[in-house]
């Protein structure tokens, strides 16, 4: 075991509130996120509610998911919401082209997303169609979702069997504008975004925070030219409103795009290292953002929407390339505490982030069999229910003493611990990611401005980083109560395992 490193905490200087939504979630058609992992139909011998699978509701209640995105994706640029609503016999059939090639049979739609989202308790965040849609279209969405009156669309929506409108709070202006929503150059897509945006209204008391296509990755002349049809380079006046948000775009993997992406589950320790170098990075392109969108907008009025992230793997072997099945190990997780971190050390910019995607596509909460119907809660899932404390907690510094150790990879080095802290309500919640493979680690907590008065902790690893849950073994990896948490005169002492995630709560006086 290696010296203690101290980490020093300021309980009494909160910092920016971390919003509940940088938890968010993404459900897109694609493979069996939607049909097979939330929708299971009306005639499932499966617990379900309207053919909504209520393990899978239970579940990410449990982690109060606090928005869903949905329909994409890709598959949003692609989507005519009229086909999904109605008799479902009666909705007409299409070829979800990006993923598989198949056929679409629209059975679930916008009064089933609806009511899923009414089910979790969740936030709808819909993603409307600006490469393949029309401006009257996505106005008339709005209008169907949000408007009480006897409007035409309102009159729709009741005729279809749904009185009252709903609260849409986030609407997607377009996804990957970039690529597959559309392949436009930025000046184009934003001049696009603000028509588009004119058309979104609020309706009655629904007001709606509208959020452009934005970067892929580090794309921030993408940024810069959006933050540019706001605002001006040094602008003193607030940016003018046509939207509110702006998202990016960023997967980790080990690979590269086109030919592997990387195993999710065989690996050796350098690809390992090469995945945390690789997250990490996320941290980098939130603050290259945030940089660009400060000298636009310095009050920081306009919000940055992580709205896809997580690990891309190559797909399990035997399943259909076009559905991104992939395994979700302890490795994963780590990704997610990384992610994290940076979110939450970014809270005054980042408004909101959806890990790509919630239910059996890419680096999901939730595996589900398609012959048995097991349900798997993954490694990442423990991450999320770990963190609930954070959400709309005010973000406290962690500060490291002296230097935190590293590691060489990529030819950059990469921090070996990983940490952030909230507080809220007389409590605390600090995280930690020990990211050495191999060697244990001690922090002393440096807990100043507050008593302490109650503490505990918990862990999450497993003995090797290819762990992973199954039906079989469902709680390889899950999160266990943590004994290496001690008493030190400056605060606390916490051992950190290899390969471990761990939080301590505190109990403030
Ligand atoms: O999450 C899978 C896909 O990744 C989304 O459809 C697209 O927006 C991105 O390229």
């Not at 973000?395 to 590293?406: D, H, Q, Y």
Request: with cysteine; glycine share 10%; hydrophobic share 40%.
């Amino acid at each position: 075991m290696s010296d203690s490193l101290v980490a020093v905490v300021d309980l009494d200087l909160p910092g920016p509130t971390i919003s509940r939504h940088v938890y968010g979630h993404f459900a897109e058609h694609l493979g069996r996120c939607i049909y097979g992992g939330f929708y299971v139909g009306e005639d499932s011998d499966l617990p379900h509610e309207g053919g909504i699978r209520l393990d899978v509701v239970e579940a990410l209640r449990a982690v109060a998911i606090p928005n869903l995105r949905w329909p994409g994706g890709c598959f949003a640029d692609d989507y005519h919401w009229r086909d999904g609503i109605g008799p479902r016999e009666d909705r007409p059939r299409m070829v979800n082209s990006h993923w598989g090639d198949v056929v679409e049979d629209n059975s679930f739609g916008t009064h089933e997303f609806m009511h899923l989202c009414e089910l979790l308790g969740a936030d709808p965040y819909v993603s409307g169609n600006i490469g393949s849609g029309t401006v009257r279209e996505m106005s008339e969405w709005v209008e169907y979702l949000t408007r009480g009156d006897d409007s035409p669309m309102a009159s729709l929506r009741r005729s279809n069997g749904r009185d009252n409108p709903w609260r849409v709070p986030f609407w997607g202006l377009g996804n990957e504008a970039w690529g597959c929503g559309g392949s436009m150059r930025a000046e184009h897509f934003a001049d696009l975004a603000r028509q588009y945006a004119t058309y979104v209204r609020n309706h009655g008391d629904n007001t709606v925070y509208k959020i452009a296509a934005g970067a892929n990755g580090d794309d921030y002349a993408w940024t810069e030219t959006l933050m540019k049809s706001l605002s001006c380079l040094g602008c003193s006046r607030e940016p003018q409103s046509y939207f509110q948000g702006l998202s990016i775009h960023y997967y980790t993997m080990t690979g590269t795009w086109g030919v592997s992406k990387g195993s999710a589950t065989e690996f050796d320790v350098e690809e390992y290292y090469v995945a945390m170098r690789r997250a990490h990075r996320m941290r980098e392109i939130v603050a290259g953002h945030a940089a660009v969108m400060d000298c636009y907008d310095p009050k920081r009025r306009v919000g940055l929407v992580v709205d896809e992230w997580g690990t891309w793997w190559d797909v399990e072997p035997g399943t259909n390339p076009g559905f991104l099945y992939q395994q979700n190990t302890l490795r994963d997780a780590l990704v997610a505490s990384v992610h994290f971190d940076a979110f939450h050390d970014h809270a005054d910019r980042v408004v909101m982030a959806n890990i790509a995607q919630t239910v059996n596509v890419l680096q999901a909460m939730i595996l589900t069999d398609p012959d048995s119907g097991a349900l798997v809660l993954t490694p990442t899932y423990h991450v999320f229910e770990m963190n609930v404390g954070h959400h709309d907690a005010a973000s406290l510094a962690v500060r490291v003493k002296g230097e935190v150790p590293t590691r060489e990879v990529e030819g950059t080095q990469l921090p070996l611990l990983s940490a952030s802290a909230s507080t809220k309500d007389d409590t605390a919640l600090i995280s930690l990611s020990n990211l050495d493979a191999q060697e244990a680690r001690t922090v002393v907590l440096d807990l100043r401005g507050r008593d302490v008065t109650a503490s505990s902790a918990r862990v999450l690893t497993a003995a090797t980083l290819q762990t992973h849950n199954t039906p079989e073994a469902p709680d390889a990896v899950a999160p266990v109560a943590h004994d290496g948490l001690r008493p030190h005169a400056l605060g606390l002492e916490l051992d950190l395992p290899a390969h471990s995630y761990v939080t301590v709560s505190l109990e403030l006086g």
